[in-house]
């Protein structure tokens, strides 16, 4: 790939295809509980998403942006830590794609075909 000036490891193409899975994931955790950047990068690292605080932070503003997540700051001994929670449009946005993460679910794993 000579031709391209973008890096060409693949993680460009897998933080494309991964990055709704990993916005999916933060509404869940933090329909649980509040969340916040670090917790999210550790939880979302168990899960095999590697995902640096340069992208996740962005990421969780966007989310905050568009009304899904509403933040606070928290002081947290010494240092302040912005908590995260899922908002009634986040929790409705989420039930929404459970519907379709179900049904892709059916696709992909159990070789289901829709309808
Ligand atoms: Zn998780």
Do not use: C, W
């Amino acid at each position: 790939m000579s031709l391209s000036k973008k890096k060409t490891n693949g993680d460009d193409a897998d933080r494309d295809l991964y990055s709704g899975l990993i916005r999916l994931h933060v509404l869940h955790h933090a329909d649980q509980e509040p969340i916040f950047g670090l917790g999210m990068i550790e939880e979302l690292a168990r899960h095999g998403y590697r995902i640096s605080p340069g992208s996740l932070y962005p990421l969780l503003r966007g989310l905050e942006k568009k009304g899904y997540l509403r933040s606070s700051e928290k002081r947290n001994g010494k240092s302040l830590r912005r908590l995260y929670r899922i908002t009634p449009l986040g929790r409705k946005a989420l039930d929404a794609s459970r519907h379709k993460v179900r049904e892709l679910f059916h696709e992909l794993i159990e070789g289901d075909e829709p309808g």
